[in-house]
């Protein structure tokens, strides 16, 4: 038996949602990425197998299995369609904030439909103006007497259009930066709230990426979570947990292209031999193996870290190298894996030119990889280790 990171009742789930992902998502991956129409028979299939209650807790209708489980299953679909993969990580991070910040009550209204997939969220925070920079963020929510009433728009959002529950993030006080921020839950069908349009993209064309209106869309004072000025907090810790989310569908794409380079190289060849067998192509694979291992080391212990109990403050970095090296490793691999098809790679008849075209994404959404080494270095500095330094001349 091969030596397995995860254990026995881990790797049958593994091992479920890897049969799913290669039996029935593999074959529709490239129809997805030319139709640029959203897999709602992917959701379905998700949806009757339970995969949606891996992100769950049991009182909330899901399996209870934990996040590094919820990381592997992003991984395994990931491998055979980025599309699809995004789908369970944006349901993780459309729903962070409640599990995080919202009441019993409100944990109550909205889980359930979402561990089994009935209801799909999103999760609003960039805005025209304010990506990286999200205090800039103009939106607004003026407080009413039951309701708040949310003005402005939000750019750029993932499952705009298919998601019935929003996470939304607006000023309260427009006057202060991060302080003034506040998050809601905006159902779909308030009164006042529209998509506006979906943006054509480079990659994962299935996903809908949309713009948010917001014209006096007035929402119930009970769909506030946490207190008002708390919003950028709770950005800050869902993405905390949500970027490994991204780390694990970069993860899923490089080691996807390396299993197919690999298949390719053994069979193709030239000057008398598979090209698997020329030092050079054969250096590639071995690095692109090796820094799909190495990403999976830093993305599993995240995960071991959230399910033994590891406080936020820890999370935060970790979170970030996994995200800033899975995703890197995304873009390096795949691009590798063209080359090592050589102009097979650059037809849309082979995958890799879809994986690659799905990789560079996952170095911007969620932070962009340049975020995440602010973040590390900024993590670093309130690190004290002069005392590793000791005698050292
Ligand atoms: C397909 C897609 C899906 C997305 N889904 C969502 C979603 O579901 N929800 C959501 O809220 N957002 C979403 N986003 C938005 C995404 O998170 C932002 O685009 C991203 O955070 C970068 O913001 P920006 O585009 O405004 O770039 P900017 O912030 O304008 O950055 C431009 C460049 O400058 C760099 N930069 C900026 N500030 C600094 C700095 N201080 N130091 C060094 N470099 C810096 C950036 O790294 C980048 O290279 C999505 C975007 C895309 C394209």
């Not at 800039?136 to 298919?162: C, H, P, Q, W």
């Not at 917001?214 to 993405?239: C, Q, S, T, Y």
């Not at 030239?270 to 090209?275: E, F, N, Q, Y």
Request: with cysteine.
């Amino acid at each position: 038996m091969p030596w397995e990171q995860l254990s026995d009742d881990q790797l049958e789930i593994r091992d479920l949602v890897r049969t799913i992902a290669r039996e029935r998502i593999a074959p529709r991956a490239a129809e997805i990425d030319a139709s640029h129409e959203f897999p709602w028979d992917v959701v379905e299939l998700f949806r009757e197998h339970g995969i949606f209650g891996l992100l769950f807790d049991e009182r909330h209708g899901g399996t209870g299995t934990g996040t590094l489980l919820a990381l592997v299953a992003i991984e395994e679909v990931s491998k055979v369609c980025a599309t699809s993969g995004l789908i369970l990580a944006v349901q993780e991070l459309g729903s962070l904030a409640v599990k995080l910040a919202g009441s019993e009550e409100q944990q109550a209204r909205f889980l359930p439909k979402l561990a089994s997939g009935e209801s799909l969220a999103a999760y609003a925070l960039t805005e025209a103006g304010s990506g990286s920079d999200s205090a800039a963020m103009r939106t607004t929510a003026r407080r009413g007497d039951d309701e708040y009433v949310l003005d402005g728009s939000k750019r750029f959002i993932t499952n705009a259009s298919v998601a019935s529950v929003y996470t939304v993030f607006a000023k309260t006080d427009p006057e202060a930066g991060h302080p003034g921020i506040s998050a809601f839950v905006v159902e779909a069908d308030t009164p006042g709230f529209e998509v506006a349009r979906l943006e054509p993209k480079m990659g994962i064309s299935g996903s809908t990426t949309g713009e948010l209106l917001f014209d006096d869309a007035r929402i119930p004072a009970a769909n506030l979570l946490g207190d008002e000025g708390e919003g950028f907090k709770i950005a800050m810790r869902v993405l905390d947990r949500s970027r490994p989310g991204v780390a694990a569908q970069g993860l899923g794409i490089a080691q996807g292209a390396t299993d197919y380079a690999l298949e390719y190289a053994r069979t193709r060849e030239t000057m008398g031999k598979p090209i698997a067998e020329h030092q050079l192509v054969a250096a590639k694979l071995a690095d692109m193996e090796t820094a799909c291992e190495a990403a999976r080391g830093l993305l599993y212990r995240f995960g071991r870290m959230v399910d033994e109990g590891a406080s936020e403050a820890e999370l935060t970095k970790a979170s970030a190298m996994a995200k800033l090296y899975c995703t890197d490793t995304a873009m390096w691999v795949t691009t590798e894996a063209v080359q090592v098809l050589g102009g097979y790679g650059y037809i849309k008849e082979y995958p890799v030119e879809r994986m690659m075209r799905d990789a560079k994404i996952t170095q911007i959404y969620e932070g962009t990889n340049e975020i995440q080494r602010l973040v590390i270095a900024r993590e670093m500095l309130k690190e004290s280790r002069a005392f590793l330094l000791a005698g050292v001349g």
